[in-house]
């Protein structure tokens, strides 16, 4: 049996701790998104430059304050599909398992039903043995409907879609622990798959069950999940927290035990209307390549009240609400990390020991 192995960012935490999580209860922990395209988040970019410009900020972000880096599982971007860039999730994973050394490494989230549940368990141990033990698993049952009709995996209602969810969970999760899964399952039959190597870490790799669906996401998330992911939005987190608690315990797991996760759209700058400068010049890219109504739509989040955007210390302001609530891990997506890294800079240097 392979120990568990110990990264670096291991070595600098003091219980007590999550169980099955390695963080200390309490403390914010912080992931970065790296731009892969999806939200028209490389435009203007050569392809030819796309794995430099995304490579060299993973190596940024392992060799500073980030504890986890993270990528989207899409295929066509959004806030419409064009012809732009959406580089492949777990073609990344393998990739900044490879050319990193310290970081954890996740998706938000992986689509269930976009690989065999088998398969991608044997995927993800893969990856997490080159890593060195540092993969998560982001899992969700997946939304984006252009994409899954045009690759043709059809668009299920959202019940079979959750089903999958969670008879896929149970594969990896056996697949992970004994090295090999069976499941005569409504949506997945696997009989006697075996996933060897397991992965390094011990008891296979963390689950992050991603979406809020309060019938039956967060009770996914409470029978299986080390971490949850749903809304940055105050009242919403404190109410999915309680719907979370809730389902705990009916199912007889500890709510104590599972770290509450949020992502949060952050352009930050020294004034507002430095802000105000950085989201025009990130319209102004994409407004290129995707229609004026959409682009708006979507840069409206960045700077929405939920959103870390703004001055550091408005952002930490926000956060330190939402870290009172109970969210004890942020990801932040910047839309202009491609081009700009002074607003991670500031970030850094200013937001996270704030928090930490």
Not at 154 to 174: K, T, Y
Not at 218 to 240: C, D, M, S, V
Not at 291 to 302: K, P
């Amino acid at each position: 049996m392979f120990a568990r192995v110990t990264t670096p960012t291991d070595t600098v935490r003091k219980s007590p701790k999550r169980p099955g999580t390695g963080l200390q209860s309490g403390v914010m922990r912080f992931g970065l998104f790296i731009p892969q395209g999806w939200r028209l988040d490389l435009v203007g970019i050569p392809a030819a430059d796309h794995w430099r410009v995304m490579s060299d900020l993973a190596a940024y972000a392992d060799r500073t304050a980030w504890d986890s880096l993270w990528v989207y599982d899409h295929f066509h971007t959004v806030p419409v599909p064009t012809d732009e860039a959406t580089h492949e999730a777990w073609s990344l994973m393998a990739a900044y398992a490879a050319t990193t050394s310290r970081i954890r490494l996740g998706q938000m989230c992986t689509a269930m039903s976009y690989r065999n549940p088998a398969y991608l368990a044997k995927v993800a141990a893969t990856v997490d043995v080159i890593s060195g033990g540092r993969v998560q698993m982001g899992i969700g049952g997946g939304w984006y409907e252009h994409e899954w009709r045009a690759y043709g995996y059809g668009f299920p209602p959202a019940g079979a879609r959750l089903g999958r969810l969670d008879e896929g969970v149970q594969i990896m999760r056996d697949a992970w622990r004994d090295g090999r899964a069976s499941l005569d399952g409504k949506h997945y039959q696997v009989t006697d798959a075996i996933v060897q190597p397991k992965p390094l870490q011990e008891n296979g790799i963390p689950l992050w069950i991603a979406g809020g669906g309060e019938k039956v996401t967060l009770r996914i998330a409470a029978k299986y999940a080390q971490y949850t992911n749903f809304t940055a939005e105050p009242a919403g987190f404190e109410h999915k927290s309680k719907v979370l608690a809730d389902h705990c315990r009916d199912v007889g797991t500890d709510y104590d035990a599972i770290v509450r996760s949020a992502n949060f759209n952050a352009v930050i700058g020294e004034s507002e209307d430095d802000v105000a400068a950085r989201v025009k010049r990130v319209r102004e890219r994409q407004v290129a390549v995707a229609n004026e109504e959409a682009v708006d739509a979507m840069l409206s989040t960045a700077t929405a009240p939920e959103s870390a955007s703004g001055t550091p210390d408005q952002v930490i302001e926000k956060l330190a609400r939402m870290r009172d609530l109970g969210c004890e891990y942020a990801i932040l997506y910047f839309p202009e990390a491609a081009y700009d890294r002074t607003g991670i800079e500031m970030f850094e240097q200013q937001v996270i020991p704030a928090l930490s």
